[in-house]
């Protein structure tokens, strides 16, 4: 593996379900993405008829750049994430966009046995 790596999100792996945008990309081992989702998006109604689990049952690291978002996870803890929060979201929540504007974020994984709140076995 080269000690730089360069990759543009517009060269990325593209998904545009209803009201969203998303690009993913590899760099090593580290996956990332760059999602933009309009006002009135939500998973509940915008995902889950594609997946067709009761909730989002992917666990979410990254950074919002823009916009603002409510998400309820299934256990009934919720909160609010906007411009400038970074954030860890466990399997099994719903979210939803507050705000007016689009919302933006950027998101991490990892194929690594430690990266952040995963421990693969």
Known sequence: ?????????????????????SSTIKLGNV???????QPGWSWSSCIKPIV??????????????KGEMKVKHDDGTEDNFKAGD???LAPGHD??????????????????KDFGPWKKS
């Open 31 to 37: 996956t990332m993405s760059k999602t933009t989702l």
């Open 95 to 112: 979210g939803w966009i507050i705000s007016d504007d689009e919302f933006v974020s950027y998101e991490f994984s990892s194929d690594q």
């Open 52 to 65: 067709g689990t009761e909730s989002c049952q992917a666990g979410h690291v990254g950074v919002v750049i």
């Open 1 to 21: 593996m080269s000690n730089v790596m360069k990759k543009s999100f517009e060269e990325g792996e593209i998904k545009t379900p209803d009201k969203a945008h």
């Open 86 to 88: 970074a954030y860890y």
